[in-house]
């Protein structure tokens, strides 16, 4: 047989791997079942899952399985509660106030005043309109009651006669006068503005009052209307500095020579209309609301000033769609209002439709839109007591009878003035004159009885805002629960996803027969898989059986006697198409450590014969390792154990050391490379490496499973094995795993 035959030959046992599979893996082999097709999803789920604490519960057992899973259940309940918990406070619309102060440097808009004369009808008037005596006193009394609320109506009801008055009405306006109405008696019998706005003042600058007032018909009659926001003269819309000199200043003549019941003839029927005092009310109010109904107004008799300082808040609410309460839009069955939305806007209207729908009437206070038909005193009062005369029982049902009007919420956006007055008797010496130069027909009497001062002004040029937010939004919601899901149990938006598509699987998997088919003819084949690894398995176990027979020791020898003077000129070129090169093996006696090269002259041509030496080709049984935990525990991260190199193919030597003397040297050399390894045996049975050159090799022996592995270097060193044998004798071969110097010819 030639040189280049017994090459191929010894090439291609070298390519073969050969595995070490011991009988307990075998039979743990047999023994494996498949894990079901929900079991299968279960360990996939978790092998790819980033949820904290299920795969621990997975690898754990006893104790710790137990501990995990208590502390798992623990966090996932805490979790649910706190994910409640945040969705109770989101669907409960909590909301916050935010309170601003704002200083505009630009000023404050002049809020609108109403100004009320206490005596709505001109006693001149009323002797003009009874010169024929048409107009009884009777007839006045009556009227006066129409902007009466029903406390003061029914009140008064038990001493006039209501209905005897009404006739008289009725009579007057229909041989008299069948133009007469209430409005328009109220708007003719009241003051002209000329008559009682006498002087208007801003910041200390006249102006004609009456170019800035408007009438308003209110529960008091005829008053007049300022709005000097909204004045053609600019400098009348805002108030630039705070104070009593730079604010509104009105004189007004209440007239008290025109009041009805002047007389002491009229005194006593008069007294409900004059709500008991002189002089005139005021309301300081947005332009938008109803003066008598939203505000609280402030009354002056002659020879009085008073001061009004104003502090201003606004108030931004948050509507229905956004958790508040408030309103900017008429509520429903209000449609045909095309007036700006208040709530006092709208409490009247629902009175209004109320005492129309019951009486088919309003009263005059209520009909601020003037659309309605007006009630009269004697309607409204048969509409409550048609028949009855206990007007006491009557005013409680009729007050527990009216509506709530729970429709009309508040505005969402408003202006709120809280005054604060301080009130000064009597005038000076000074201001007396100063009102007789601007109105000669004036005397000191006259105006000591007749004349007020009203000063109007802010006390600062800044406002409060109160502004209505929500206290959480369904973002803060969404970011609130990531966080408790991050706390308790490590998860994420995907966590969540991989949760879903689990319980999709599942739910899938139960009800869709095609998959549970798919699920089984994967499971067979799985089996049918392992099945026939079991018979290779032991086909292979019978072949190595088969092999261990044969003299692997003196095929060696020979093939080594024959081509031990061929193999190191060829070994290189075959080392690089083999990835597998060991050029040398003999030992050498210790004390020739010094003279180096004479010894391996000795030496190299030794062959393997009689020396004790043993080579083969071997590969990590980690193979049987993984096929046995996949079936058993799934892939992915549930895997138990991951071999760290699926690639540690290596050449494997086995040296009987009983065959070499005490002290005496194993030399292993690569002489393509000029690099060597040394195994010093000594009487004690520790064993020193001796390393020349840079190629690491670890070093293995089979009776202690332990491996040394030297780190490269250039300068010789040595190192010891200690305690590696615990027996005198040693019973088993050395292994040597050459992996190494493999590696760097493949390099």
């Not at 309607?379 to 007007?391: A, M, V």
């Not at 998959?515 to 003819?521: A, E, V």
Request: net charge positive; aromatic share 12%; proline share 3%.
């Amino acid at each position: 047989m030639s040189v280049r035959s017994e090459a191929k030959k010894l090439k291609s046992k070298a390519s073969h791997m050969i595995i070490d599979i011991s009988v307990d893996k075998i039979k743990r082999l047999t023994q494996v079942e498949s894990i079901g097709s929900i079991s299968k999803e279960t360990q996939f789920f978790l092998g790819i899952s980033t949820i904290h604490g299920p795969l621990r519960i997975f690898r754990g057992k006893g104790f710790y399985r137990f501990f995990w899973t208590l502390l798992f259940i623990t966090s996932v309940i805490f979790l649910i509660y706190q994910i409640i918990t945040l969705f109770q406070l989101y669907t409960s619309h909590p909301t916050v106030s935010q309170l601003s102060f704002i200083i505009p440097s630009e000023g404050l808009n002049n809020p609108t005043v109403t100004i009320c004369n206490y005596n709505p009808i001109r006693h001149s008037y009323i002797k003009e309109l009874n010169k024929t005596n048409n107009f009884p006193k009777r007839l006045l009394d009556y009227m006066t009651m129409s902007f009466l609320q029903l406390p003061n109506l029914f009140s008064m009801s038990n001493k006039l006669d209501i209905k005897e008055s009404h006739n008289l009405l009725i009579n007057y306006t229909k041989y008299v006068n069948p133009n007469f109405s209430i409005h328009s008696f109220y708007y003719d019998a009241g003051f002209q503005c000329n008559d009682i706005l006498k002087i208007c003042a801003f910041g200390g600058r006249e102006f004609d009052c009456c170019e800035e007032a408007k009438p308003i018909l209110t529960d008091l009659g005829k008053c007049y209307l300022l709005n000097l926001g909204k004045s053609n003269h600019t400098w009348l819309n805002k108030q630039r500095q705070s104070g009593i000199n730079n604010g509104l200043l009105v004189i007004a003549d209440y007239h008290t020579d025109e009041q009805i019941g002047y007389s002491e003839e009229t005194a006593e029927e008069s007294v409900f209309s004059n709500q008991f005092e002189n002089g005139f009310r005021y309301y300081i109010h947005e332009e938008k609301n109803i003066p008598y109904i939203s505000t609280e107004g402030i009354s002056i008799s002659p020879k009085k000033r008073v001061y009004s300082a104003i502090s201003v808040e606004k108030r931004i609410l948050l509507n229905d769609e956004s958790w508040g309460n408030c309103s900017h839009k008429w509520p429903i069955g209000y449609d045909d209002i095309t007036m700006p939305y208040t709530s006092s806007s709208c409490y009247a209207l629902c009175r209004a439709k109320y005492f129309i729908n019951k009486c088919g009437c309003t009263p005059i206070i209520y009909n601020i839109i003037g659309e309605y038909k007006n009630c009269l005193p004697y309607e409204i009062y048969s509409c409550f007591l048609p028949n009855g005369t206990d007007t006491n029982s009557t005013l409680n049902v009729a007050l527990l009878d009216l509506p709530t009007c729970h429709e009309c919420k508040v505005d969402c956006d408003s202006w709120q003035y809280n005054i604060y007055n301080s009130y000064g008797d009597d005038f000076s010496i000074g201001a007396l004159t100063y009102l007789k130069q601007k109105v000669p027909t004036w005397t000191n009497y006259y105006i000591l009885k007749n004349i007020v001062a009203i000063n109007i002004f802010y006390r600062e040029i800044g406002y409060t805002e109160f502004s209505q937010k929500q206290s959480t939004t369904f973002v803060e919601v969404l970011s609130n629960i990531g966080g408790n899901m991050g706390l308790f149990l490590g998860m994420s938006v995907l966590s969540v996803v991989e949760v879903i598509i689990f319980f999709c699987k599942i739910l899938w998997l139960t009800i869709s027969k095609k998959r549970r088919n798919y699920i089984k003819t994967k499971k067979d084949m799985e089996e049918e898989k392992a099945r026939q690894l079991e018979e290779t398995l032991e086909n292979f176990k019978r072949h190595n059986e088969d092999l261990k027979r044969l003299s692997m020791k003196k095929r060696l020898n020979k093939l080594t006697s024959r081509i031990a003077s061929s193999f190191r000129k060829r070994s290189n070129n075959y080392a690089q198409r083999l990835n597998r090169y060991v050029s040398n093996i003999y030992p050498v006696p210790h004390h020739n450590m010094g003279n180096e090269n004479k010894i391996f002259n000795k030496y190299h041509g030794s062959s393997f014969e009689n020396s004790g030496i043993e080579a083969s080709v071997r590969k990590s049984s980690h193979l049987i390792e993984d096929i046995i935990h996949q079936n058993l525990f799934g892939a992915g991260r549930t895997q138990v154990c991951t071999p760290e190199n699926k690639d540690d193919e290596i050449l494997r030597i086995d040296i009987d050391l009983n065959k070499f003397k005490d002290g005496q040297l194993l030399k292993i050399t690569d002489r393509s490379l000029n690099r060597s390894h040394s195994l010093h045996v000594q009487k004690n049975k520790s064993f020193n490496a001796q390393k020349r050159g840079s190629v690491e090799i670890p070093i293995s022996f089979s009776n202690e499973h332990s491996f040394m592995q030297s780190n490269e270097s250039n300068d010789d060193y040595l190192t010891t094995f200690n305690e590696c044998l615990k027996n005198h004798e040693i019973q088993q071969p050395l292994i040597l795993g050459i992996d190494e110097l493999v590696k760097h010819k493949q390099v």
